[in-house]
């Protein structure tokens, strides 16, 4: 054990609930917010595995209200914890015209204020439908400059404006480039938009992904529907196999 791993303290129990306070919090853009917890001491460490997560569990209109998210730090970072969240607002989607009840809690909370912290917890097996545990494993990969994974990201969304952590995915892709590919596709591009529009389809898995074979392994986060009547119809047809597939 390395003398950096011995210095590491983690929260010791994952069924435990720790009450963490916001310290930081930033605009990323109109409904996506970087919120940063501080840990108990400046030498603890999240802890977290890659493809864990943790619960943020509030009391929220009489109601225990729990969900789960992936961290963008990593345990290189001491004595806190960051999260991008993108914020469901009342009264946006007609769908959900009550919003996100964490996320709105979330965003009306102060400096100081806590919020109880359970985990890490989980294998990859929970819906996500946000970039960050993408970037949690590349992350991971790209701090080995050893490590042969190559990686190839097809990140789709509807404006420009809606791309998170664009400034560290194209970070990666400079400073690791025999390691990690980046392409974007826009529902509603702006003028000369040099990347993708409209859906994720086949031919564009076709170019920018790795073709299928026994060391090929696609991951798919995001909403449902884009992932069952888009994304996997076009990876089968494709030839890509259910083992080949996995979906956050």
């Known amino acids: 054990m390395s003398l950096k791993e011995k210095d590491c303290i983690t929260l010791q129990d994952p069924e435990a609930k720790y009450p963490l306070p916001l310290i930081e919090k930033e605009q990323i ?27 943020f569990l509030a009391q929220i209109k009489d109601e225990l209200v729990i969900r789960a998210y992936t961290p963008v730090s990593s345990d290189d970072d001491k004595g806190f914890v960051d999260f991008i969240i993108k914020i469901y607002f009342k009264d946006v ?6 919003g996100g009840k964490m996320t709105q809690y979330l965003e009306n ?34 701090k080995n400059s050893n490590d042969g994974t190559r990686m190839s990201l097809l990140f789709a969304n509807q404006t420009e404006e809606d791309i998170l952590l664009r400034k560290e995915l194209e970070e990666v892709t400079t400073t690791h480039r025999h390691q990690f590919n980046l392409w974007y596709t826009l529902d509603w591009p702006p ?22 074979g ?15 009547e888009a994304v996997r119809p076009s990876l089968e047809q494709l030839g890509y196999t259910k083992d080949m597939i996995f979906t956050y």
């Open 109 to 142: 909370m102060k400096i100081g204020d806590t919020i109880l912290f359970r985990g890490p917890t989980g294998r990859l097996f929970y819906h996500n439908p946000g970039i960050t545990p993408m970037l949690q494993l590349i992350r991971h990969i790209t």
């Open 214 to 228: 026994e060391d090929t392994l696609i991951l798919l986060c995001g909403p449902p529907p884009m992932i069952q």
């Open 93 to 98: 989607h007609p769908t959900y015209p009550e």
């Open 191 to 212: 003028d000369g938009w040099k990347y993708s529009s409209g859906f994720v389809t086949a031919d564009m898995i076709k170019e920018h992904l790795p073709a299928p």
């Open 29 to 55: 853009n109109h409904n996506t917010r970087r919120f940063r917890f501080g840990l108990p001491s400046q030498d603890h460490v999240l802890g977290l595995p890659v493809g864990n997560y943790v619960h």
